[in-house]
C-alpha cells in the first residue's frame, strides 16, 4: 500500500509495509500514482505532456527499480492476530480524585470522575496506601514474566495525594528484588501545588513526568481556572520552570490541550519553547460536538493547515540549532515497536488498566466511572477477564474495518478506544476528528523525518 502526500510544499510518499519513506519531485510522485491507480505507468497520459522523453526515462527506471525491488507497492506481509494472554505490563492509579484546578475541557468531571456526584463520602477522593498496595500487589500477581512493569499516577491531582504516592512507589520497590520485577513510574500533573520536595522526589523517583500547560498565558487562563476562578498560569509556570530546570536531561513532557479557541496552536508550542521547554506535546481536545470548545469537521482543513505550519517551524528551528522535540512529531521509523505492538494504539483493557480510589478497576483512566466497564477491585480481590478478552480480540487493527485500508494504520494501531466507544459505541470503528488529526500529524513526521535524514 502506497500513500503519497504534499506537505510544505514538497511531495512524500511512504509504502505502508515497508514503511520506505521518500522525498519525491513532481514527476516520480505522478508516476507512483499512476501505477498506484493502474499497476503500471503510461506515459503517454496527459499529466506527461511536459516532461522531456530524458526525464521521463530517468524517473521510470528509479520508480520501476525501486517497485522491482518490493521497497514500494511491497506485498502486504502476513502478521499473526494479537492475543490476550491476561498479562498486565502497565497500571495507572488514579491516587487522587480532587483537584485544585477546575478546567473547561475536562473530561474527568472536574477530576473526580462523577464520584462526588455519586457518593458523599469525600474519603472516596483520595486512595488510601492499602488500595495502592493491593493496586500493585495485582499488578505483580498477574505481569507473568514481564520483568519491566510501569506505573503511573494520576488524578485529579496526584499532587493532592503525594504521601501515598511516596508509600506506593517504597513498597513497589520493595518487591521489586524478590518478584524479579523493575518498576518504572510515571506522574502526570498540573504543577499547581509542585513545590521543592515534591520536585526533589519526582526527579529522583519518576521515569517520567508530564507537566500540564497550555501554551499562552491568555490560552492556558481562558481553561484552567483554580476551583476559587483564578488564573493559575503564573504560578503553574513558574513551578513547571523550576522542575524542568531540576529535571535536567530526564524524561519529561509540557503538555497542552488546543481547543477551537485556540485553533492557532503553533503559537501556544512556540510559546512553551519560549519558555524553556524541549519537550512539548499539544492534543487536540476530544469532546461532544455540543461542547462549546469542540473541534468539529469543519474545523479540519484549519488544523491541517496549523500542523504544517507548525512542522515549518519545528524544522527551522532544529535546523539552526535551536532543537526542541513535539511529542507528536517525533516518530521513530527503523527503531519503533516490535510487530505485535504496532497493532494496538494501547494496551487498554488487555495489558493496561486503571484503578479508581475505590479499588475498582477499568479498562484504562478514561473508562473510570464509566457503567458497564468495570473489571473488578483490588480491594476485594475480583477480577473478570470478561470485558479484557473483550478488549483484546477487537481492540486492534485487523479487526477493524477502516484500519485495513488506512496507509496510516502501523503509525496509529487503530486509535483511542475510549473514544470509540464514547463517541460509535463500538470498539471497531475509531473517531473520525481524531483519525483525520492523527494522520496529518504523521504526514507532518513523516515529511520531517525524510527531510532532516536526507
Known amino acids: 500500500m502506497i500513500h503519497t502526500f504534499t506537505c510544505l510544499n514538497r511531495h512524500f510518499c511512504v509504502d505502508t509495509f515497508t514503511g520506505s519513506v521518500f522525498e519525491l519531485n513532481e514527476l516520480s510522485k505522478l508516476m507512483i500514482e499512476a501505477y498506484k491507480n493502474s499497476s503500471f505507468i503510461d506515459i503517454n497520459r496527459e499529466e506527461f505532456f511536459s516532461y522531456s522523453k530524458k526525464e521521463l526515462d530517468e524517473a521510470l527506471i528509479e520508480v520501476e527499480s525501486l517497485i522491482r525491488e518490493g521497497i514500494l507497492f511491497s506485498k502486504e506481509p502476513f502478521i499473526k492476530t494479537p492475543e490476550f494472554n491476561g498479562d498486565i505490563k502497565s497500571m495507572c492509579l488514579h491516587i487522587s480524585h480532587a483537584c485544585n484546578l477546575s478546567c473547561g475541557y475536562c473530561f474527568a468531571e472536574g ?112 481553561i484552567r481556572k483554580t476551583k476559587a476562578g483564578s488564573d493559575s498560569y503564573d504560578l503553574v509556570l513558574k513551578n513547571s520552570k523550576k522542575f524542568a530546570l531540576a529535571r535536567g536531561q530526564k524524561s519529561y513532557f509540557v503538555r497542552g490541550t488546543f481547543t477551537v479557541d485556540n485553533l492557532d496552536f503553533t503559537n501556544d508550542v512556540l510559546a512553551l519553547k519560549t519558555e524553556g521547554f524541549d519537550r512539548i506535546s499539544l492534543e487536540p481536545v476530544v469532546l461532544d460536538e455540543a461542547h462549546s470548545l469542540a473541534i468539529k469537521k469543519e474545523h479540519l482543513p484549519q488544523i491541517f493547515d496549523e500542523y504544517e505550519r507548525l512542522a515549518g517551524e519545528y524544522l527551522a528551528h532544529r535546523a539552526k540549532g535551536d532543537w526542541f522535540t513535539f511529542f507528536h512529531f517525533n516518530l521513530n521509523l527503523y527503531d519503533g515497536p516490535c510487530e505485535q505492538r504496532l497493532l494496538r494504539a494501547c494496551g487498554a483493557g488487555c495489558s493496561y488498566v486503571a484503578i479508581a480510589p475505590n479499588g475498582d478497576m477499568y479498562p484504562c483512566h478514561q473508562f473510570v466511572g464509566l457503567d458497564g466497564f468495570k473489571i473488578g477491585n483490588v480491594d476485594i480481590g475480583s477480577y473478570s477477564r470478561t470485558i479484557p478478552i473483550r478488549f483484546g480480540d477487537k481492540n486492534h487493527i485487523l479487526e477493524k474495518p477502516l484500519c485495513k485500508s488506512c496507509w496510516a494504520r502501523y503509525y496509529c494501531g487503530g486509535g483511542c478506544v475510549a473514544a470509540s466507544i464514547k463517541y460509535n459505541n463500538k470498539i471497531a470503528v475509531p473517531h473520525e476528528l481524531s483519525c483525520e488529526m492523527q494522520k496529518k500529524r504523521i504526514e507532518c513526521a513523516l515529511a520531517i523525518w525524510a527531510i532532516e535524514n536526507q
Do not use: C, Q, W
Request: proline fraction near 1%; glycine fraction near 6%; charge should be neutral.
Open 111 to 222: 477530576g473526580d470522575y462523577g464520584t462526588a456526584k455519586k457518593s458523599e463520602n469525600t474519603s472516596l477522593l483520595h486512595m488510601s496506601i492499602s488500595t495502592a498496595k493491593k493496586a500493585i500487589d495485582f499488578l505483580v500477581k498477574f505481569s507473568g514474566k514481564i520483568k519491566n512493569l510501569e506505573v503511573d499516577f494520576f488524578g485529579g491531582e496526584p499532587l493532592l495525594n503525594l504521601d501515598v504516592v511516596k508509600e506506593a512507589v517504597s513498597y513497589a520497590r520493595g518487591l521489586e528484588k524478590t518478584n524479579n520485577k523493575n518498576f518504572r513510574f510515571t506522574f502526570t500533573t498540573n504543577a499547581l501545588a509542585l513545590d521543592e520536595k515534591a520536585i526533589e522526589f519526582l526527579n529522583a523517583e519518576m521515569e517520567h513526568v508530564i507537566l500540564s500547560i497550555d501554551g499562552r498565558k491568555d490560552v492556558h487562563n481562558s
